[in-house]
């Protein structure tokens, strides 16, 4: 017989008559009978070609290959024990990868939830991809991460999204804009002047443009732009009129002023989304659970809006792959 078509259970029966020294009571402690146990260990000296225990005075002895084929079988189901402890840290999200890719404005609010959470799960990877809707789109519909972050979701019958923050939008000046100083300003007013705007498909340029397009206002000068920071550093030195989430803003003087506009309150959501058609892997899992019980905690609470119960009740009826 080839060593390698040994059994487990063959190898489980020998390691027990070693520790036990006794046919008899490795019948008992595997509920097998005398004859099977000593059958088996029959077959696997003759495996090995080499005695493996003896019988000496009626008792049983263990022979130098005997001894060297347990210390064997001891690193052999010592490694699988090691497996056993992994894979449990696996479906408990202690290890393993969770894959998120995120809108390049998420990345300012994110890490506030993946820093505690890579804390407390250090031997989680979490590889992040940052991009611009389309792209962290066209990521989604090619399946390659765990779960996307957007503030417009994919509206897809294989998309499940839950928010869990609200995005408030806001209009940012130069500090010697005309408006600066003005307490209420009107939309009206606004639109005359040169905005500065992401790109076509951008969640806050849409929000925006579908604001305008329902009060029937149109811009009379725009200018795109590639990053929220690029937009933010081009108010500062007086080129144009930004629209921005209120949590890329910075806290301080930084070269703009935020208006009071008196007749628009713009705002979305920011969504964790997963693709329902395939296996999310238990790190992701973890994480979600995670952010669920500790958004307010490390968000904050004024914005949290979780709705993330139901998107862990939808990845717990996913059929594990």
């Not at 989680?124 to 611009?132: K, S």
């Not at 804009?177 to 806050?204: D, I, M, W």
Request: glycine content about 6%; hydrophobic content about 40%; proline content about 4%.
């Amino acid at each position: 017989m080839d060593l390698r078509h040994i059994s487990f259970r063959l190898l489980e029966v020998f390691m027990s008559v070693v520790k036990t020294g006794s046919i008899s009571e490795t019948a008992r402690r595997l509920h097998l009978t005398q004859p099977t146990v000593s059958l088996q260990i029959k077959r696997l000296q003759e495996a090995v070609d080499e005695p493996l225990v003896i019988m000496q005075q009626q008792k049983l002895h263990v022979t130098e290959a005997g001894h060297e084929l347990f210390r064997t079988c001891q690193r052999v189901f010592g490694h699988f024990d090691d497996y056993n402890d992994f894979l449990a840290e696996l479906k408990g999200g202690e290890r393993g990868r969770c894959k998120i890719a995120m809108v390049n404005t998420a990345q300012y609010i994110l890490p506030k939830l993946l820093g505690p959470y890579s804390n407390l799960h250090p031997h989680v990877e979490l590889p992040l991809e940052i991009g611009n809707r389309a792209e962290v789109l066209a990521r989604f519909e090619r399946g390659e991460d765990d779960i996307y972050v957007f503030s417009h979701p994919p509206s897809l019958e294989h998309a499940k999204a839950a928010r869990f923050l609200k995005n408030p939008l806001e209009f940012i000046v130069p500090t010697d804009h005309p408006l600066a100083n003005q307490q209420h300003v009107a939309l009206s007013e606004l639109v005359k002047y040169r905005f500065l705007l992401r790109e076509p498909g951008s969640a806050t340029r849409m929000l925006f443009e579908s604001e305008l397009q329902r009060r029937g206002l149109v811009l009379s000068n725009s200018v795109q732009m590639a990053s929220n920071e690029a937009i933010r550093v081009a108010v500062s030195s007086g080129m144009g009129i930004g629209v921005l989430s209120r949590h890329v803003l910075p806290i301080g003087d930084h070269g703009f002023k935020v208006l009071t506009v008196s007749d628009a309150s713009l705002a979305s959501h920011w969504y964790f989304v997963i693709r329902t058609d395939r296996h999310i892997a238990h790190a992701a899992r973890s994480f979600l659970t995670f952010a669920q019980d500790h958004l307010e905690q490390y968000l904050d609470g004024r914005w949290v809006r979780n709705e993330l119960h139901g998107l862990n009740l939808s990845l717990a009826d996913q059929q594990i792959c």
